[in-house]
């Protein structure tokens, strides 16, 4: 998410994120720079993978990939889950700008995803002895 100015800061920076492990985000939206870190709460390959807010700006924030195979290749799913701070104020900048925002960014970040997940290198993890 380079076009947003997110950059990994901490814990995960490079390569594949694992079950139980996190990542800090700096990024710039809205004008606005903050810190966020994710954790990896569920992690089931190839079938599903759950990140969960675990400090930055939103009030709750959890988000569920979920991969099953298709006649033409895989279909990601997402369920996406996120509360705005700041109460009223927070729901009327989420209705009005917010998640039209948060969309477009998932669509961004889903073709990451997809890159990662049919790259050499996710195979190998997945066939990787335990």
């Not at 995960?12 to 694992?18: C, N, P, S």
């Not at 954790?39 to 569920?64: L, Y």
Request: aromatic share 10%; with cysteine; glycine share 6%.
């Amino acid at each position: 998410m380079a076009t947003h100015g997110e950059t990994a800061v901490d814990g995960v920076t490079t390569g594949l994120i694992g079950p139980g492990e996190s990542v800090t985000w700096r990024a710039r939206h809205f004008f606005v720079t903050f810190r966020a870190t994710s954790r990896i709460t569920a992690f089931d390959p190839p079938r599903h993978f759950r990140d969960e807010m675990v400090s930055g700006p939103f009030a709750h924030f959890a988000h569920d990939h979920y991969f099953e195979p298709s006649e033409h290749g895989t279909l990601m799913r997402d369920v996406f889950d996120y509360e705005s701070p700041l109460g009223i104020i927070g729901a009327l900048a989420d209705a009005l700008l917010l998640r039209r925002h948060m969309v477009r960014l998932l669509r961004e970040r889903n073709e990451v995803v997809r890159r990662v997940a049919e790259s050499a290198e996710w195979q190998q993890y997945l066939t990787a002895p335990c």
